[in-house]
């Protein structure tokens, strides 16, 4: 049974968790399997990120490093309501495709070539999803709530198999920001460029 501790933090506007499997902590490199392989613990997990009462958000990782992917994975929710903005279809254009494989889940560099991306292109909205055509794709929270079922499992498969295939000696960092390109990405990283909780940000955190 997978679980997750909930902390709140600086004011309310930093939310941490910490997830479980039969209440043992699951250590990051296991993660980045149940992502890959194990449908109920990407539902899980897609559950978690849609609970939250924050409308927009970043969402960021510790840094990982061969060494320090036996620890306990967890990661942060920071309140970040100027997301919310018209979705930028534009910007990524170029690398989406229309494809069925790995329901249009891609992967390519960012335009300074020092990050590795993992976007959505665009597709129909799930019909419960109230917003306009595409809007489900501006930042993570609205993709968990309004992108196609099979989209969101495939975006969290591809991020375990990406960041799966990056980890090295040296610290990646995983997260999403979106202050610069309103659409969604998963940005692997080899520094906390956008990092908002500085505690991340620290390579050699204990």
Do not use: C
């Not at 930093?14 to 539902?43: A, C, D, G, M």
């Not at 409308?55 to 942060?76: C, G, H, L, M, N």
């Not at 659409?183 to 908002?196: A, E, I, M, Q, T």
């Amino acid at each position: 049974m997978f679980d997750a501790t909930h902390e709140i933090l600086n004011d309310g506007r930093v939310h941490k968790y910490t997830v479980t499997q039969n209440r043992q902590p699951i250590p990051y490199s296991e993660v980045l399997n149940l992502w890959q392989y194990e449908s109920n613990f990407r539902s899980f997990f897609i559950s978690l990120l849609s609970e939250s009462p924050f409308s927009a958000y970043r969402w960021e990782t510790p840094s990982i490093t061969k060494d320090t992917s036996k620890r306990q994975f967890e990661f942060v929710l920071l309140n970040s309501p100027g997301l919310a903005r018209n979705p930028d279809k534009r910007t990524f254009s170029d690398y989406f495709t229309t494809d069925d494989l790995n329901n249009g889940i891609v992967v390519f560099e960012n335009l300074g070539k020092d990050a590795i991306l993992v976007a959505p292109s665009p597709r129909d909205s799930n019909p419960s999803w109230g917003g306009t055509a595409f809007s489900a794709y501006s930042h993570l929270a609205a993709f968990i709530r309004g992108a196609p079922d099979g989209q969101k499992q495939a975006l969290w498969r591809i991020v375990g198999q990406t960041v799966q295939q990056k980890i090295s000696d040296h610290p990646l960092w995983v997260s999403t920001a979106g202050g610069g390109v309103a659409w969604l990405h998963v940005r692997l990283d080899s520094r906390p460029k956008y990092y908002g909780y500085k505690i991340y940000s620290l390579s050699d955190r204990v």
